[in-house]
């Protein structure tokens, strides 16, 4: 499922690095948020690897308001529209 | 018919509460938890509108001091150095695989709050209260809070599965949010103001702490049990109340 995505990136100017997003995409075995190989250690997202707006779950847990966008567009996906959050694009998360 | 939600409380609720990246269990759980704190995230807010309203019309300095002192009492190392590095040791080592990451966000907040008592340290140096913040040592107002529930330490201690902190999380942290939405929308007392942008993002994050925990891995009774007795804990009228820290009035203060 790559067909349509669309490249999100993170503004680090906006970015508090609280690691939410980076927790979220590796719990669901995405791992496309990558600490930067630089001595900040930002967090970059692999757009070889993200499936948004396919999957948005980080989108659902980063506190920091315009600190993740679309590259294209340049909207602001936190706090995250409603378009972005419909019951499709949830990680089924059940009992094992 | 339920009371509807303060509006500072229902901004909270579409843009950060609502939105969830995950479905199952640990979502319903979630969100019949939400039920039970809203009565107190809309009593907390109504307080701290009215206290940043009062406190906008005070001269003098006296009450942005009484703020950062009992910031620093909440944040400062006895709290967030001390106590707070504690809160690790609720993983035991057994269930460290599972629990990586949040040991990874906990050790996180951790590190924010010791920011967080610098920034109320700022307060009291720049607003010349202090010369050294070597005097807050010896402070009682700036070294102990009465608040049962404030960082879950009480509740921890009494709760000690790994998962019950998420309940401190979202409960407790939403709570400072609000109270911090509160007081940037009443003062205008620029100390105040940076001290409270400074740390809004990062207090929003420990709600989101709580939120992946509650979503991600309260996903069984077993798991949802702990957690529960918790927010039972925070949820009594005597354990968590709103810290002057983010706008509440002491009971007959100014």
Redesign the interface.
């Known amino acids: 499922m790559t067909a349509a995505t669309i490249p999100i990136r993170i503004d680090h100017e906006a970015c ?1 690095e ?3 997003c980076y ?2 995409c ?2 669901i075995d995405l791992n496309a948020v990558y600490v930067a190989p630089e001595p900040l250690h930002r967090f970059e997202i692999d757009p070889g690897r993200c499936q948004y707006p396919g999957c ?10 315009d600190s993740i966008i679309e590259v294209g567009s340049g909207r602001s996906l936190v ?2 529209p409603p378009d972005v ?1 419909t ?1 499709d694009r ?7 | 018919m339920p009371r509807p939600n303060h509006p500072l409380v229902q901004q909270f609720l579409d ?2 509460v609502t ?9 319903e759980f979630r969100m019949r938890m939400t039920a039970r704190c809203l009565p107190i995230w809309n009593g907390a807010t109504a307080r701290a509108v009215k206290g940043g309203e009062a406190d906008r019309g005070l001269t003098g300095d006296n009450w942005k001091m009484e703020r950062a002192l009992a910031g620093y009492a909440l944040e400062g190392p006895q709290m967030s150095i001390k106590q707070m590095s504690t809160q690790l040791l609720s993983v035991p080592m057994d269930q460290q695989a599972r629990y990586i ?1 949040l040991q ?2 906990r050790a ?1 907040q951790i590190w924010d709050e010791v920011k967080h008592g610098q920034l109320n340290a700022d307060v009291l140096l720049r607003g010349g209260r202090i010369k050294k913040e070597d005097e807050l040592m010896a402070s009682v107002e700036a070294n102990a809070q009465d608040n049962l529930a404030y960082f879950g330490l009480t509740s921890m201690f009494a709760h000690l599965h790994p998962l019950a902190r998420a309940a401190q999380n979202y409960f407790v942290e939403a709570i400072a949010c609000l109270g911090i939405t509160a007081t940037l929308g009443a003062v205008d007392d620029p100390l105040i103001r940076h001290q409270m942008r400074s740390q809004q ?2 207090e ?2 420990h ?3 709580g ?2 925990q509650l ?2 891995y309260c ?2 009774p077993e798991e949802q049990r702990p957690v529960e007795d918790a927010f039972d804990f925070l949820l009594k009228p005597w354990a968590t109340k709103m810290n002057p820290a983010f706008g509440a009035r002491r009971e007959g203060g100014a």
Not at chain 2, 19 to 27: A, E, I, L, M, W
Request: include cysteine; charged fraction near 25%.
């Open positions: 508090t609280c690691r939410m927790v979220v590796r719990e948005t779950a980080c989108l659902m847990y980063c506190p920091a308001p706090p995250p959050w019951p949830r990680v089924a998360r059940e009992t094992a | 843009a950060w939105p969830t990246g995950f479905s199952g269990p640990g979502v990451d990874r966000m996180r993002a990062e929003l994050m709600f989101m702490e939120k992946f979503d991600a996903l069984t």
